[in-house]
């Protein structure tokens, strides 16, 4: 996954038009499924994401690109989009309902796996459903963004070569250690198997002696 969010990033912050900003990096929007409430605490108007499904950044024409990632990427990568200096605006799609255009903030995850964010621009909202929500973040992606998975990545690539041989010397460790064991088995079994074709052996001598140690002689010798 953070192969893929970093060669999308660069991808558009390449070949993305330049923006009213200025910059040539990409914008990216977030949108997610989910069933939706509200409720006030200490004078504050909050909008709750239960069961949040089908998150997705994507970019701005011209790039057109996609990325589903999870909510507790949306979550964590919050401050690196700058919305925490400059809140974004949001489009709040409730099944049957006229969207509402809302300000959010200070995302986070409540004990029962929800996402909350903060409403800023709206005290008396009252919104309860199944819907969705598209969050603008028309300013380019903060370089952290890049930096951090950039960094990470690396980490993983890095890691890649040592992790690949220490898993080749555990498989070369485990056959060779089966292996002795075979042979093991396969002694104690050849083992058992000469024990057994010895006593046979003797039986047989017995029986055919009458136990005097003269072959043929049914009868005790003279």
């Known amino acids: ?3 893929v969010l970093v060669a999308l990033l660069g991808t558009a912050g390449c070949t993305t038009s ?3 900003t200025g910059n040539d990096a990409a914008s990216w929007m977030i ?3 989910g069933d939706f409430t509200t409720e006030t605490i200490d004078n504050k108007t909050y909008l709750l994401i239960d069961s949040p499904s089908d998150t997705k950044l994507f970019t701005e024409r011209p790039t057109r690109s996609v990325l589903p990632v999870t909510p507790e990427t949306v979550v964590a990568m919050w401050p690196m989009f700058g919305f925490t200096e400059v809140p974004p605006n949001s489009a709040v799609m409730i099944t049957g309902q006229s969207p509402q255009i809302l300000t959010f903030s200070n995302p986070a995850w409540t004990t029962k796996g929800s996402i909350r964010f903060e409403i800023l621009n709206n005290d008396s909202l009252d919104i309860n ?3 969705s929500v598209v969050v603008d973040a028309s300013n380019p992606v903060n370089s952290q963004v890049t930096d951090s998975i950039t960094q990470t990545n690396t980490k993983v690539l890095g890691d890649s070569p040592a992790q690949a041989m220490g898993t080749l010397y555990q498989s070369i460790g485990n056959s060779l250690a089966m292996a002795a064991r075979n042979a093991t088995n396969s002694e104690q079994q050849q ?3 000469q024990t057994a074709s010895n006593v046979q052996g003797v039986m047989q001598i017995l029986n055919m002696t009458g136990g005097q140690g003269n072959p043929g002689a049914g009868t005790p010798t003279d």
């Open 1 to 3: 996954m953070l192969l």
């Open 18 to 20: 330049e923006s009213a």
């Open 31 to 33: 949108a997610m499924n």
């Open 129 to 131: 459903g199944p819907g």
């Open 191 to 193: 083992l058992t198997l």
